[in-house]
T-cell receptor, first 111, second 114 residues
Framework: GQQVMQIPQYQHVQEGEDFTTYCNSSTTLSNIQWYKQRPGGHPVFLIQLVKSGEVKKQKRLTFQFGEAKKNSSLHITATQTTDVGTYFC???????????FGKGTSLLVTP | KAGVTQTPRYLIKTRGQQVTLSCSPI?????VSWYQQTPGQGLQFLFEYFSETQRNKGNFPGRFSGRQFSNSRSEMNVSTLELGDSALYLCASSEITGPGGEQFFGPGTRLTVL
């Protein structure tokens, strides 16, 4: 079945440094979503990508969907302490109804 | 609109017992999905209900079951609890069924099995 792998598992950066998390699927995805979960909180939707090669930006966050629709990345420029949390990607498949979540990347930002 | 609500927020049970968790979706959302979250396994999909029908089921044993009512509220039941069932159970509602809908998560129910 479809699996979504996410790396790295953990990332510790100094405030102001950049951060990137990568998501890879064994099969072609119909779409990919990104979520952020703050410590003690629940996942909150950030964005959805559906087109091959799509790039979307939200302030300091840049999301990319690969040309083959098998990988995606989230890049944060100049991290802030408010970026702390776990970032999950979730891939959809044309052959299934469910979103498959990656295991997430936990980001720690120290001032 | 009010967000997704889940009750209870915390539960402590012993092995062998059964438990029922409840989820009320955002008004107008007909899709409710359930996920199990553990530190080692991340978010694992349990099942999705849409208009009272189970649309998809994850790779969990038959001890995990669910249902959805006509008002879109959903319940999840776990029978014969095992220690490994200790987890945060999240439900998420969406306007549409399938993987293309934005998932709105509730705060979760923290289940501890002793």
């Amino acid at each position: 079945g479809q699996q979504v792998m996410q790396i790295p598992q953990y990332q510790h950066v100094q405030e102001g440094e950049d951060f990137t998390t990568y998501c890879n699927s064994s099969t072609t995805l119909s779409n990919i979503q990104w979520y952020k979960q703050r410590p003690g909180g629940h996942p909150v939707f950030l964005i959805q990508l559906v087109k091959s090669g799509e790039v979307k930006k939200q302030k300091r966050l840049t999301f990319q969907f690969g040309e083959a629709k098998k990988n995606s990345s989230l890049h944060i420029t100049a991290t802030q302490t408010t970026d702390v949390g776990t970032y999950f990607c979730a891939g959809g498949s044309n052959s299934g109804y469910a979103l498959n979540f990656g295991k997430g990347t936990s980001l720690l930002v120290t001032p | 609109k009010a967000g997704v609500t889940q009750t209870p927020r915390y539960l402590i049970k012993t092995r062998g017992q059964q438990v029922t968790l409840s989820c009320s979706p955002i008004s107008g959302h007909r899709s409710v999905s359930w996920y199990q979250q553990t530190p080692g396994q991340g978010l694992q999909f349990l099942f999705e209900y849409f208009s009272e029908t189970q649309r998809n089921k994850g790779n969990f044993p038959g001890r995990f079951s669910g249902r959805q009512f006509s008002n879109s509220r959903s319940e999840m039941n776990v029978s014969t609890l095992e220690l490994g069932d200790s987890a945060l159970y999240l439900c998420a509602s969406s306007e549409i069924t399938g993987p293309g809908g934005e998932q709105f998560f509730g705060p979760g129910t923290r289940l501890t099995v002793l």
